[in-house]
C-alpha cells in the first residue's frame, strides 16, 4: 500500500514568487490535512479539505491557500512569498475527519525562501 | 481554543534509561489522545493511541495512559534505544466531523550508547 507522497522534496524560492505543492493520499483516504513545521513554532494547522471542500483552516494569512481534487489529491498554494514562510510542509491523509482518525503523514516537502 | 504544553527538550537519555515526556491538554469535549514520532528526515508517523479516559495506548515498548481527570497523556518507556533518538509529539484530536489535531512543539530525544 503507497504512503503518502508529497512532491517536490525540496525547492528553493525568491521573495515575492509563489509556490504550489502537491500531496497524494493514501488510496481511499478522504480527508486531507496540511501543516507547516518551522523549528520555533513546532507543527501549525494550515487547513484540512475533505471530499473537495475545505473543512477548516487555520490561523494563516490568505496567501497561503489550498484545493483538494476529485480523487482526493490536494495542492497548496503560497503566494508572495515572504522570508518567514521557510518551512517544511507536511501533508497528512485519513480515511475520516476527526476523532480518533489516524493520521498518515507524507515525508514533507522544504521550502527556503532566499 | 485547544492547546498541548510538553516539554521542549532536547531530552539526553544514556541508553537503557528509563523515559517520560509529560504532556498535558486542553481541549473541548472529549478528545482522542496521540503521540507521534518523527524520525530525522522523515514525515511523522503514530507511535499510539487511546480514545477514552483510563485506555493504555502501547506501541514499541512505548506507553501512555488517557488520565481524564488530570489532561494528560505522559509518553514513557522502559529502556530507550539508540534508535529512540527522534522528535515525540503528543497531539490531541477533537470530536466532530472535522480535522485539527493540536500539536505539541515537540520533545527531542538523543540517546547515546
Known amino acids: 500500500k503507497a504512503g503518502v507522497t508529497q512532491t517536490p522534496r525540496y525547492l528553493i524560492k525568491t521573495r515575492g514568487q509563489q509556490v504550489t505543492l502537491s500531496c497524494s493520499p493514501i488510496?481511499?483516504?478522504?480527508?486531507v490535512s496540511w501543516y507547516q513545521q518551522t523549528p520555533g513554532q513546532g507543527l501549525q494547522f494550515l487547513f484540512e479539505?475533505?471530499?473537495?471542500?475545505?473543512?477548516n483552516k487555520g490561523n494563516f494569512p490568505g496567501r497561503f491557500s489550498g484545493r483538494q481534487f476529485s480523487n482526493s489529491r490536494s495542492e497548496m498554494n503560497v503566494s508572495t512569498l515572504e522570508l518567514g514562510d521557510s518551512a517544511l510542509y507536511l501533508c497528512?491523509?485519513?480515511?475520516?475527519?476527526?476523532?480518533?482518525?489516524?493520521?498518515?503523514f507524507g515525508a514533507g516537502s522544504r521550502l527556503t525562501v532566499l | 481554543g485547544d492547546s498541548v504544553t510538553q516539554m521542549e527538550g532536547p531530552v539526553t537519555l544514556s541508553e537503557e534509561a528509563f523515559l517520560t515526556i509529560n504532556c498535558t491538554y486542553t481541549a473541548t469535549g472529549y478528545p482522542s489522545l496521540f503521540w507521534y514520532v518523527q524520525y530525522p528526515g522523515e514525515g511523522l508517523q503514530l507511535l499510539l493511541k487511546a480514545t477514552k479516559a483510563d485506555d493504555k495506548g502501547s506501541n514499541k515498548g512505548f506507553e501512555a495512559t488517557y488520565r481524564k481527570e488530570t489532561t494528560s497523556f505522559h509518553l514513557e518507556k522502559g529502556s530507550v534505544q539508540v534508535s529512540d533518538s527522534a522528535v515525540y509529539f503528543c497531539?490531541?484530536?477533537?470530536?466532530?466531523?472535522?480535522?485539527?489535531?493540536?500539536f505539541g512543539i515537540g520533545t527531542k530525544l538523543q540517546v547515546i550508547p
Open positions: 497528512a491523509s485519513s480515511l475520516e475527519s476527526g476523532g480518533a482518525n489516524v493520521l498518515t
Open positions: 479539505y475533505f471530499s473537495e471542500t475545505q473543512r
Open positions: 488510496s481511499g483516504h478522504r480527508s
Open positions: 497531539a490531541p484530536q477533537a470530536s466532530g466531523g472535522y480535522q485539527k489535531v493540536t
